[in-house]
């Protein structure tokens, strides 16, 4: 039995189905992030679980506990859940300390010492803990969400994109320290953020959300390489799509022939890579006359933007899958590191590494 068990949700508002049929299983002490377009329903999944709002249909159950079931049974103060809301809605006229102790109670014993202890793990001065919630930057008054919520000691965490008021380089090593400290206390937690990335360094398990249900859950890794269909490949990161004939694990594709992580055939099929999976090596015209079966292209295009620099390249190979027309000469758009990356006009030999899915 998982942790909490979340089945056949369903939410209308009017005429929106916000929740059209959620499933989902979550194990103690783990991470799962939820993403999905926006209006997809992951703020009304949220709000379900916290108990802030009742489902029309389905069953939610926390360890045990009936939490809903077609109705609210447990109402949200009584759950144990700790929500930190995307505008981390504070209470403005508590002071930051008080905001962070407000579920401790006023006798607890040390609480001075664990607002401070708290105030320190998720970043914040000391010095901040005696002013109001509206003296504190966008990032500043979601620490102290984060560090609410924390001294609750829930059972369960709900983040509703706890990161977003943060800029880039925070945003990652509050996002490692908030899943250290998560783990340490061994409180499961889920995430709703509308970054790919960050759901899949965050969780062990992803699920993402289209049109109010869960179209494939699994690990950062499975997702990542073998999404179920397009939309998933494309959201969770840069796909190269390519068409290709495939059978006893390789593919007859405009990349020559490689491996696929399948034992179908199909005469006719679309495979993926990410663009990781493709190496590059300058070479020139002259390079080229290796084994007719190495990969050569010309650099079209190169954009430089700091760490990365997307690089367009077009194939000079003839290797004809069955409806290459499809792609015509569509260059391939890959990501490589900014320093040294191959400039425009410049002729490059191509290598694919792992399966294509
Ligand atoms: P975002 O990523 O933009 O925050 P989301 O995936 O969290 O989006 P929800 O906020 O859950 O999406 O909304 C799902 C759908 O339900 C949307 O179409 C939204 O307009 C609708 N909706 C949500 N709350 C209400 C409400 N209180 N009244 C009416 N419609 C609502």
């Known amino acids: 039995m998982s942790f909490l068990e979340i089945s056949g949700l369903h939410k209308r508002y009017g005429p929106v189905a916000a929740l ?23 703020t ?24 809903a079931n077609g109705g609210a049974a447990v109402p949200a103060h009584r759950r144990g859940i700790g929500v930190v809301a ?70 369960l965490m709900l983040l509703d994109e706890p990161f977003s008021a943060l800029d880039t380089g925070l945003r990652a090593s509050m996002r490692k ?8 206390a061994g409180i499961t937690t889920i995430l709703v953020t509308h970054d790919q990335a960050e759901a899949l360094s965050f969780a062990g398990q992803v699920a993402v ?23 998933i490949a494309e959201f969770l990161g840069d796909a190269i799509i390519l068409p290709a004939s495939i059978s006893g ?27 990781e999976q493709i190496g590059l090596k300058r070479t020139s015209r002259e ?28 194939l000079l190979n003839n290797f004809d899958p069955p409806d290459a027309a499809a792609i015509g000469n569509t260059p391939l758009i890959l990501r490589k590191p900014g320093m040294d990356a191959p400039a ?4 490059v030999r191509l290598t694919v590494s792992g399966k294509a899915h």
């Open 20 to 42: 059209a049929g959620v499933d989902l299983d979550v194990a103690s002490g783990s991470r799962t992030a939820i993403v999905g377009p926006s209006g997809c329903g992951k």
């Open 44 to 67: 009304t999944l949220l709000r379900l679980i916290a108990g802030f709002e009742a489902p029309d249909q389905g069953r939610i159950v926390l360890d045990g506990q009936v939490l």
């Open 86 to 155: 995307q505008d981390g809605a504070l209470f403005p006229h508590l002071t930051i300390g008080d905001n962070i102790g407000f579920g401790m109670g006023r006798g607890e014993d040390k609480r001075t010492e664990r607002i401070v202890e708290l105030a320190y793990i998720v970043g914040l001065d000391k010095a901040i803990l005696k002013r109001r919630p509206h003296e504190l930057s966008g990032g500043q008054q979601q620490r102290v969400a984060l560090a609410r919520a924390m001294a609750m000691k829930p059972r």
């Open 177 to 184: 320290a908030v899943a250290e400290l998560l783990e340490a």
């Open 209 to 231: 959300m289209r049109d109010g249900k869960f179209s494939q859950v699994g690990t950062p890794r499975d997702l990542y390489l073998k999404p179920k269909d397009r939309m």
């Open 249 to 275: 694990g390789f593919a007859n594709s405009p990349l020559g022939r490689i491996a696929v992580d399948t034992n179908d055939s199909r005469d006719v099929a679309r495979i993926m890579l990410r663009p």
């Open 287 to 314: 390079g080229m006359s290796g084994t007719p079966d190495m990969l050569f292209g010309e650099v079209t295009e190169s954009e430089f933007a700091g760490s990365t620099c997307t690089i367009a390249v077009r």
């Open 344 to 347: 425009v006009g410049e002729i």
